[in-house]
């Protein structure tokens, strides 16, 4: 079980965590009464936590002012029910230091960051200066997101010791295929950082080995993640599996490996539901067309109801992590 002391609140941290998209109105500014209706859809599905601004909410690509106003209506509709990270990466220390400046304040439980953006790694410890000196100037726990395929680095087993021995790093998000380090991490942290698997086609597997799951479909799908998660955990792997692949067909949406139409197909999903008002994402994203409406809508509807179920209370019987 995890620390308490790991969060800046008293709040638990929980086994899943949500990374939201970011409801967005005609004019890329926030669309507050989506994301009301997308927090209440997200702790109805059996979720304990928010991550906001991060990769699948397009935090990089908001205005500044945006994802601010982001972070704190998502902590202001939370309502101190669940737990919010914030994620605020950049290129260089000074501008890591003006985001986490811009939300200090607004009562997050964590602020997760990634590599420097952008530039290779010339030095090796440069990923580990930027987050010690990133760990010492916030007053809130920082947390390490690994993300090979969003920036230039990919870290080794010994940085990733190293990154998690800093004083105020306090877990780590993994979106990295590569099971085995995902797995000696969460062995060497365990009882001190939480480990969180982001991968959705490994929710499954991180509920089997008692590793966090931190995705970016459970904005969409949070009861059948859930139920996946859950299933792996109590050892039915057999009902995990076959969930699993559900989530494998919802894929389908983003019509191709590339994924062309991310993150706007996810939305246009959510509007479908009745949680959001538009599908807008941020340009040069693409905006739907009605003939990739259609073809979204029909993969959609050949889909079993179930996939958007909550889950049964009674079937999480194992005690939350504190």
Request: with cysteine; charged share 25%; glycine share 8%.
């Amino acid at each position: 079980m995890h620390n308490p002391s790991m969060s800046s609140s008293r709040k638990k941290v929980p086994e899943l965590i949500a990374a939201i998209v970011t409801p967005l109105k005609a004019d890329e500014s926030l669309d507050v009464e989506s994301l009301e209706r997308l927090v209440e859809w997200v702790l109805g599905g059996g979720f304990g936590g928010f991550f906001v601004g991060g990769t699948m909410g397009e935090g990089l690509a908001l205005r500044d002012s945006e994802r601010e106003r982001l972070v704190r209506e998502t902590v202001r509709l939370v309502r101190g029910r669940a737990f919010v990270l914030a994620g605020i990466s950049d290129a260089s220390t000074l501008r890591l230091f003006d985001g986490i400046s811009r939300i200090a304040d607004a009562g997050v439980d964590g602020i997760v960051t990634t590599a420097r953006l952008v530039f290779p790694a010339r030095d090796r410890r440069d990923t580990e200066r930027l987050v010690e000196a990133a760990a010492q100037r916030s007053p809130v726990p920082l947390w390490f997101y690994e993300n090979p395929g969003m920036t230039p680095v990919r870290s080794t087993f010994d940085e990733l010791q190293r990154i998690m021995a800093i004083p105020n790093v306090h877990g780590l998000k993994f979106t990295t295929p590569d099971r085995d380090l995902c797995l000696r991490c969460a062995g060497a942290f365990r009882g001190s950082h939480p480990v969180y698997n982001g991968n959705a086609r490994d929710i499954a597997f991180a509920g089997q080995h008692d590793i966090g799951a931190l995705v970016g479909i459970a904005g969409m799908l949070p009861g059948l993640c859930s139920r996946i998660w859950w299933s792996a955990r109590r050892g039915d792997l057999a009902e995990a599996e076959r969930l699993q692949r559900q989530v494998q067909e919802v894929y389908d949406i983003y019509l191709g490996e590339s994924w062309p139409l991310w993150p706007s197909a996810q939305k246009h999903a959510l509007k479908r539901l009745g949680i959001f008002s538009t599908s807008t994402s941020t340009a040069p994203f693409a905006t739907l067309s009605s003939e990739e409406e259609y073809r979204i809508d029909a993969i959609l509807d050949r889909l079993d109801r179930s996939i958007y179920d909550a889950p049964d209370p009674s079937a999480t019987l194992l005690t939350s992590r504190t």
